[in-house]
């Protein structure tokens, strides 16, 4: 479970989401489909904790794969849902994704594979976020973990990364994946297929950002989306998308 110093990453298949700890409280960051919420409460347990433990839940974006269970969460445990302001709109409607290139492509195994699972986890039950409080770029978030946002747009309006810098650890949503979304291919850093996003231009330069941050960094765990972490030279992974 543990992916890097204090970060725990639970097992939910392609879909990734994240529980990071800090002087014994927890961040919950993104929320999978609805159906991932018991594997929450049993990771929960076999950390030794419960949804009390729980200070707040921050978004890398607002679609339907990283809320699935953040709406229940945040009225079971009464904690805050934080996400970008550029995706605050957009995480207040249900079943938000890029429908129409993941349908078009649902004739490939792995991407099918992908919808079968949101499906049976509950996508088309899943409810909107009713409340939710908006960051920006840079801003230091006051929450177990204290992650740095920075702003990485292009998959959606308000994608971003969490950096936590006492763990060399870089929580990146889908700004970077390490897995092929069309052929289940684990792999290094790269971008999702251009029709994943809403901008893939805005997505490309998206990386120059990374490469500003990380560019004199040592080696950086970087934890997905989608796909296994991956630690390294982010700099030079990113010179090679």
């Not at 890097?4 to 939910?12: E, K, Y």
């Not at 953040?70 to 445990?77: G, I, P, S, T, Y």
């Not at 946002?149 to 994608?159: K, Q, R, W």
Request: net charge negative.
């Amino acid at each position: 479970m543990q992916v890097a110093p204090g970060i725990h990453r639970f097992n939910t298949g392609d879909f990734n989401w994240y529980v990071v700890e800090a002087e014994g409280r927890l961040t919950v960051v993104d929320g999978g489909w609805p159906g991932h919420y018991g594997v929450l409460m049993r990771g929960l347990g076999e950390l030794d904790k419960t949804i009390d433990d729980i200070d707040a839940v921050i978004l890398t974006h607002a679609h339907a794969d990283h809320t699935g269970f953040v709406e229940r969460l945040r009225v079971a445990a009464g904690v805050e849902v934080w996400v970008h302001e550029a995706d605050h709109a957009m995480v207040q409607k249900r079943g938000q994704l890029p429908w129409f290139a993941l349908l078009s492509n649902a004739w490939r195994r792995q991407t099918f594979s992908m919808l079968f699972h949101g499906a049976r986890q509950g996508v088309f039950l899943l409810p909107r976020v009713k409340a939710a409080r908006s960051f920006a770029d840079g801003q230091t978030l006051d929450v177990p973990g204290r992650p740095t946002v920075i702003h990485t747009p292009g998959h959606t309006p308000g994608e971003v990364c969490f950096h936590f810098p006492d763990r060399q650890a870089l929580i990146c949503g889908d700004t970077l994946i390490t897995l092929n979304l069309l052929t289940g291919e684990a792999g290094p850093p790269q971008l999702t297929f251009d029709a994943l996003n809403q901008d893939a231009e805005v997505s490309r330069r998206s990386l120059g950002r990374l490469d500003d941050e990380f560019r004199d960094a040592d080696e950086v765990t970087l934890l997905t989306g989608h796909g296994p972490p991956w630690t390294g030279d982010l700099s030079a992974a990113l010179a090679s998308i």
